[in-house]
């Protein structure tokens, strides 16, 4: 009897490109237009350098002068700034018997590839709450003081002195929005946990709705609903949901010199022989304006998750208004 090994169904090459794609296409965060794929952060997750600096122009600023005869303008300048990203590096290694079932498909290498997208998509999830974390998290400075960079971003409900202002509800999620006053059109999606979705759907505050394609979807005040355990939620009961605007998070795709996506091994000496199969992803998963400072960094290679949800490691370079990320801290019960 013929017996079908990874060797025989993985094209290395097909396979990474087809892991990629299928996992932004599983993906909730993609699915909602929280994060989107860029041409120019594929390139730059491809250099070899780890951090990536990206100089703009600020706005202009100032009033405008009257026009008075024989009175010369005074010139203001423009300023700038840079927006910095860090290249994420990931791997993971499966045997052929966590693969068993899907060599026994149609298609084994679809079917594999599926399971590995699957598998992405969730991981990167995680990746980009732990970014969140340390996005609107607080650290402390070298004065002894705290520093809560995004501040300004937080609609922290725990601070209410009732029990009932302190949940979650259609009256706080508009003061949210006003957090970017008259650019909160740009909010166009929103992330949260399980738990916070089941206590706004009991309020009838979650809507169903169907795309072009008849998929349904949540929304809640017409944002799409992303759900995801991953979402804070600490001992004391206080969860954190994010509205996030179009785009509000850059996603690239690095393949950097000496980086190998998708290996395929064999062990010959255990057993009948057992199948490995390795993929790895060197990636940017950046939110626009919010600059890596990487302060607290263990190795050069890439920063760990863990490292990731440090306050001290990220920094807002945009005008606040351009931020299209807001947290809101509160509680369902």
């Known amino acids: 009897m013929a017996i079908t090994k990874l060797t025989d169904v993985i094209v290395p090459e097909l396979f990474n490109k087809y892991v990629v794609n299928r996992t932004m296409e599983l993906s909730e965060f993609f699915k909602s237009g929280i994060v989107v794929n860029s ?15 990206m100089p703009f122009f600020e706005d202009l600023q100032g009033d405008s002068e009257a026009t008075l005869e024989d009175v010369k303008m005074t010139p203001s300048k423009i300023g700038s700034n840079k927006d910095v990203s860090t290249t994420i590096l990931r791997q993971k290694m499966w045997a052929s018997t966590n693969l068993a079932a899907a060599l026994a498909g149609a ?8 399971l590995v997208a699957s598998y992405w998509a969730r991981d990167m999830q995680r990746e980009l709450i732990a970014v969140l974390a340390g996005v609107f998290g607080t650290y402390t400075q070298e004065d002894g003081t705290a520093a809560t960079p995004m501040e300004s971003h937080i609609l922290d409900l725990t601070k209410m002195t009732s029990a009932n202002a302190q949940k979650i509800s259609a009256e706080a999620f508009i003061d949210a929005c006003q ?115 990487g ?6 290679e890439t920063p ?27 509680k369902v019960v």
Not at 39 to 53: G, I, Q, V
Not at 107 to 114: C, M, Q, R, T
Not at 235 to 260: I, K, Q
Not at 304 to 330: D, G
Request: glycine fraction near 8%; aromatic fraction near 8%; proline fraction near 4%.
């Open 107 to 114: 298609d084994p290498a679809k079917a594999i590839g599926d």
């Open 295 to 300: 302060k607290v960094r263990e190795h050069v």
């Open 304 to 330: 760990l998750r863990s490292e990731l949800s440090m306050a001290e490691n990220w920094n807002p370079v945009y005008e606040s208004k351009q931020l299209r990320i807001v947290a809101i801290r509160h």
């Open 179 to 293: 957090l970017l006053g008259d650019a909160q059109s740009q909010l166009s999606g929103v992330a949260m946990h399980s738990a916070t979705k089941s206590y706004l759907k009991k309020k009838n505050l979650i809507q169903t709705e169907r795309d072009s394609t008849d998929v349904e979807f949540d929304t809640y005040q017409g944002r799409r609903v992303t759900v995801d355990d991953g979402c804070p939620v600490d001992s004391s009961g206080v969860y954190t949901t994010y509205l996030f605007g179009n785009g509000a998070v850059a996603y690239g795709n690095g393949s950097p010199e000496g980086h190998v996506a998708t290996e395929v091994d064999r062990d010959k000496q255990t057993g009948g022989g057992i199948d490995y199969i390795i993929n790895r992803k060197a990636f940017i998963l950046h939110p626009r304006g919010i600059a890596y400072t």
């Open 39 to 53: 041409p120019e952060f594929d390139k730059l997750a491809s250099e070899a350098a780890r951090t990536h600096n």
